[in-house]
């Protein structure tokens, strides 16, 4: 099946010459602010003839919503994208139906599908399909901001140099392959479960679905094998489980443990190359010679960093809505972090005698007014201007019985969270009072 994860459910679908690739992904937050704009980045560094080495095949990749978004919001229900395949040359396929390609999966699509598969550009194999994985990690990377998700170009052909590694394929008119390391900080802590579905599981999951994609490592990844145990193990400083080294990688037990999670993986050749090599022809019945004509990347790896960026955020999104740090609703701002509500002194003794609170704006919005710790100042200077005998409460999301969204507010363009209902005392943290003067 061409589908994957639990929370956030991912589905492929489409050809590499067939009128359009796509994606559907179930389980995206309702209310998150999504335009073609926000795909524009990662979507341009995925693209082939951009960088030197890189197919000459350039699409537009330009998202296309089928459903889940309404007035350039997401609404909570399957989000679907299509992207076009306009630039196609499926002649250069037709002369070669014959003789399955080494490296490619023609002869195990053939075997598998009984001849019914399209085999133009690799069919629904093809590494066109990554365009759908890489405008998917842009929204699940939308839905964890506070986490950064950086991958990058380790080697080429066995050189650091990028350029030197490019030129060895070149002077040997062949293709090559390479390392890609990737980097995710601001991760919280207990992220993944022991067995099946640990961290580094799923992530490998993900990435192998990556064509070419060959090995994965973390932390020290092999070196560990060559490692005493007193060399390997990562000491433990503090009470936040600071460590002195990270040769796990980020991930103990299946687990992240709040460093930064480390891995790389190794990218075969591209398998297309304009070498001769000797293959079964399937008609003739004998071994033929074969090279492969069309456009090819010299390096396939140069253009994997942003879907491997991709298909790590869709693993941690799905793992961060099974903890649920991610939470239906959308939300700027980590869900558990604490925010803020300006009121009178008055107010909240009463609130206190009630054991809730509840402002005005309930009554006659439906919701409490709040702000994130930044936002207090503005709060304070926009609508509070000479007013004494404030007080300022502190209120643990975490522990609120009223639902809670980060929404904006027409009159500044800001995100503010908003309580739909009473704030119950207990989640009021701390109350303090606030200088007349201002």
């Given at each position: 099946m061409n589908q994957f994860l639990q929370h956030l459910r991912v589905s492929i679908f489409g050809e590499?010459?067939?009128?359009?690739?796509?994606?559907?992904?179930?389980?995206?937050?309702?209310?998150?602010?999504?335009?073609?704009?926000?795909?524009?980045?990662?979507?341009?560094?995925?693209?082939?003839?951009?960088?030197?080495?890189?197919?000459?095949?350039?699409?537009?990749?330009?998202?296309?919503?089928?459903?889940?978004?309404?007035?350039?919001?997401?609404?909570?229900?399957?989000?679907?994208?299509?992207?076009?395949?306009?630039?196609?040359?499926?002649?250069?396929?037709?002369?070669?139906?014959?003789?399955?390609?080494?490296?490619?999966?023609?002869?195990?699509?053939?075997?598998?599908?009984?001849?019914?598969?399209?085999?133009?550009?690799?069919?629904?194999?093809?590494?066109?399909?990554?365009?759908?994985?890489?405008?998917?990690?842009?929204?699940?990377?939308?839905?964890?901001?506070?986490?950064?998700?950086?991958?990058?170009?380790?080697?080429?052909?066995?050189?650091?140099?990028?350029?030197?590694?490019?030129?060895?394929?070149?002077?040997?008119?062949?293709?090559?392959?390479?390392?890609?390391?990737?980097?995710?900080?601001?991760i919280p802590i207990g992220l993944g479960e022991p067995f099946w579905n640990s961290i580094e599981s799923m992530i490998s999951h993900a990435v192998f679905a990556i064509p070419a994609v060959r090995g994965i490592e973390f932390g020290t990844g092999f070196a560990a094998a060559n490692m005493f145990a007193s060399e390997h193990n990562d000491v433990i400083t503090d009470a936040a489980g600071t460590t002195a080294t990270n040769h796990a990688g980020g991930i103990v037990g299946g687990i992240t443990n709040g460093n930064p999670i480390v891995f790389r993986i190794a990218v075969k050749p591209t398998s297309s190359t304009p070498k001769e090599q000797v293959t079964y022809n399937w008609v003739s019945g004998t071994q033929d010679t074969l090279s492969v004509k069309g456009r090819h990347d010299l390096c396939i790896a140069l253009r994997v960093p942003p879907v491997l960026e991709a298909v790590t955020a869709l693993v941690l999104a799905d793992a961060m809505l099974a903890m649920q740090h991610i939470k239906r609703m959308y939300s700027p701002v980590p869900i558990d972090a604490n925010i803020f509500h300006v009121t009178t002194a008055s107010s909240w003794q009463a609130a206190v005698l009630s054991g809730s609170y509840a402002a005005e704006s309930l009554h006659t919005e439906g919701f409490i007014h709040c702000s994130t710790v930044d936002q207090v100042s503005g709060v304070l200077e926009r609508y509070y201007q000479g007013v004494t005998g404030l007080v300022l409460l502190t209120i643990d999301t975490t522990k609120l019985t009223s639902p809670l969204r980060y929404e904006t507010a027409a009159s500044t363009g800001e995100y503010f969270p908003h309580v739909y209902g009473r704030i119950n005392c207990n989640a009021v943290i701390t109350t303090s009072a606030i200088p007349d003067v201002r």
């Open positions: 590499s010459h067939g009128p359009a690739v796509g994606i559907t992904i179930d389980g995206v937050p309702a209310g998150m602010p999504l335009q073609v704009s926000d795909f524009v980045h990662d979507m341009e560094r995925r693209k082939g003839g951009v960088q030197k080495g890189t197919t000459p095949r350039q699409e537009a990749d330009v998202p296309n919503f089928i459903s889940g978004l309404f007035n350039n919001t997401t609404t909570g229900a399957p989000l679907t994208m299509l992207f076009e395949n306009a630039n196609t040359r499926s002649g250069d396929y037709e002369k070669q139906r014959s003789i399955p390609r080494p490296g490619h999966a023609d002869w195990v699509a053939q075997q598998k599908f009984n001849g019914f598969e399209d085999f133009r550009g690799g069919g629904h194999f093809s590494g066109r399909l990554t365009a759908c994985l890489v405008a998917a990690g842009v929204i699940a990377k939308k839905m964890m901001p506070q986490i950064s998700i950086q991958a990058h170009i380790k080697s080429i052909a066995g050189c650091n140099d990028v350029e030197a590694g490019l030129q060895k394929a070149i002077t040997a008119k062949d293709a090559v392959g390479g390392i890609v390391e990737c980097v995710v900080t601001g």
